[in-house]
């Protein structure tokens, strides 16, 4: 079995910032991809961030230059820094892991969402 348990969201001004955690736990061999989405009311689930097990990193055009996404390999945790924060960037944000796990099963995981929303 394999847990993704988000924490660090709550509610925050415009302008300011946030730092989200998600940490995996379980029978993990192995992670490939992490991510955060995020989904607004009302709207579909979009990806925000990614980092890839060499590193790389990517973001949406709406978030970038703002957030910043990082992990700790040895605490299997992933981060997103959000800084500069809009009402629009108010949401609930998922963590995602595309991992492998002892027993050699690769799957798609998702924690259970973390609220963060923006406003004055």
């Known amino acids: 079995q394999v847990q993704l348990v988000e924490s660090g969201g709550g509610l925050v001004q415009p302008g300011g910032s946030l730092r989200l955690s998600c940490a995996a736990s379980g029978r993990i061999h192995a992670i490939y991809t992490m991510a955060w989405y995020r989904q607004a009311p009302g709207e579909q689930r979009e990806l925000a961030a990614t980092?890839?097990?060499?590193?790389?990193?990517s973001y949406a055009d709406s978030v970038r230059g703002r957030f910043a996404i990082s992990k700790d390999n040895a605490k299997n945790t992933v981060y997103l820094q959000m800084n500069n924060l809009k009402p629009e960037d108010t949401a609930v944000y998922y963590c995602y892991a595309d991992l492998r796990t002892t027993w050699g099963q690769r799957n798609d995981y998702w924690g259970q969402g973390t609220q963060v929303t923006v406003s004055s």
């Open positions: 980092v890839t097990g060499g590193g790389s990193t």
